[in-house]
């Protein structure tokens, strides 16, 4: 089981908004910044956020939210290109550990 | 560009050694903590390993005292020396930066999430 726990998966249509949610605890998400990871088709991971930032070259569609213990990201006009697996991760100063989310499929119908 | 590659990936029997290699570019590599992350086929992302700036190292207790992260600044370069390699260690294998904290209108928080990862390197644990 994940320490940082996720929907397993979410769907939306073109042009929508849809949110994706990672739940932690204080000691990791309460702590740390939160990182956003894309993969398409199991590809290398790309950054989509971190922390209060959004990465050179991402659509300004994608935004991240952090309220208490859960981390959010946004995608706004969603796009069939958006179509992938997310990940949420940050540290944990409890466990000494980087805890990663179990992952969200996104399917843009 | 900012840039990690990684390299020394490859098959191995079980019970055998492998030392893995991240190159960077583009930025001051000494200034940041570095970690490495696998992915077996159809799993999700795992950690691996960390070190800090200050050369402190971490595990989860799956590779613990099999692997060693290590760093050479002078080289600009991040290391994974994997020994006792058991099947399940079988995985593509990043080197990930980590970015710094920052301070929204009311909290602030540490540094704990990655912004540039590298494309991964296959490692193959068979006989």
């Known amino acids: 089981q994940s320490a940082l726990t996720q929907e397993a998966s979410v769907s939306g249509t073109v042009g929508q908004k849809v949110t994706l949610s990672c739940t932690g605890n204080?000691?990791?998400?309460?702590?740390?910044?939160v990182g956003w990871y894309q993969q398409i088709s199991h590809g290398a991971p790309k950054t989509v956020m971190f922390?209060?930032s959004l990465p050179s070259g991402i659509p300004d569609r994608f935004s991240g939210s952090k309220s208490g213990t859960t981390a959010s990201l946004t995608i706004s006009g969603l796009q069939p290109e958006d179509e992938a697996d997310y990940y949420c991760?940050?540290?944990?100063?409890?466990?000494?550990?980087?805890?990663f989310g179990g992952g969200t499929k996104l399917t843009v119908l | 560009e900012v840039q990690l590659v990684e390299s020394g990936g490859g098959l191995v029997q079980p019970g055998g050694s492998l030392r893995l290699s991240c190159a960077a570019s583009?930025?001051?590599?000494?200034?940041?903590?570095m970690h490495w992350v696998r992915q077996a086929t159809g799993k999700g992302l795992e950690w691996v390993s960390a070190i800090g700036t200050a050369g402190d190292t971490y595990y989860p207790g799956s590779v613990k005292g099999r692997f060693t992260i290590s760093r050479e600044n002078a080289k600009n370069s991040l290391y994974l020396q994997m020994n006792s390699l058991r099947a399940e260690d079988t995985a593509v294998y990043y080197c990930a930066r980590v970015s710094g904290g920052y301070c929204s209108s009311t909290s602030c928080y540490e540094g704990g999430a990655f912004d540039i990862w590298g494309q991964g390197t296959m490692v193959t644990v068979s006989s």
């Open positions: 583009g930025f001051t590599f000494s200034s940041y903590d």
């Open positions: 204080s000691n990791n998400i309460g702590s740390y910044a």
């Open positions: 922390g209060n």
């Open positions: 991760s940050t540290w944990d100063y409890s466990l000494s550990a980087q805890v």
